[in-house]
């Protein structure tokens, strides 16, 4: 079966960086457009950013251009997301989530379980 685990969350203060990461298994990686989504607190799950199967091209929700970088790594199954000069509004839970074939940023395959980021001011 399909797995996305997340990982790298953490609690950091304001300006700090955090990495995470999306480990895939049970899916052919490299077949699937991958992507960030976000959740806050008594909030909806918002998209983050997201990159096509080969990792050609990225695409960033305005709240983190410019700050965020996402990549993949498609020999190793894995996906990142750099996430620099955090503020307290990023603090939420993190999904990683995977989309067979043509590009989207709302609808999406698989999810991961989420991992929390908490950024204090």
């Known amino acids: 079966q399909v797995q996305l685990v997340e990982s790298g969350g953490g609690l950091v203060q304001a300006g700090d960086s955090l990495r995470l990461s999306c480990a895939a298994s049970?899916?052919?990686?490299?077949?699937?457009?991958m992507g960030w989504f976000r959740q806050a607190p008594g909030k909806e799950r918002d998209f983050v950013a997201a990159i096509t199967s080969g990792g050609a091209f990225t695409y960033y929700a305005d709240s983190v251009k410019g700050r965020f970088t996402i990549s993949r790594d498609n020999a190793k199954n894995i996906m990142h997301l750099e996430m620099n000069s955090l503020k307290p509004e990023d603090t939420a839970v993190y999904f990683c989530?995977?989309?067979?074939?043509?590009?989207?940023?709302?609808?999406?395959?698989?999810w991961g379980q989420g991992t929390q980021v908490t950024v204090s001011s």
């Open positions: 049970g899916l052919t990686f490299s077949s699937y457009v």
């Open positions: 989530a995977a989309r067979y074939g043509t590009w989207s940023i709302s609808h999406y395959d698989y």
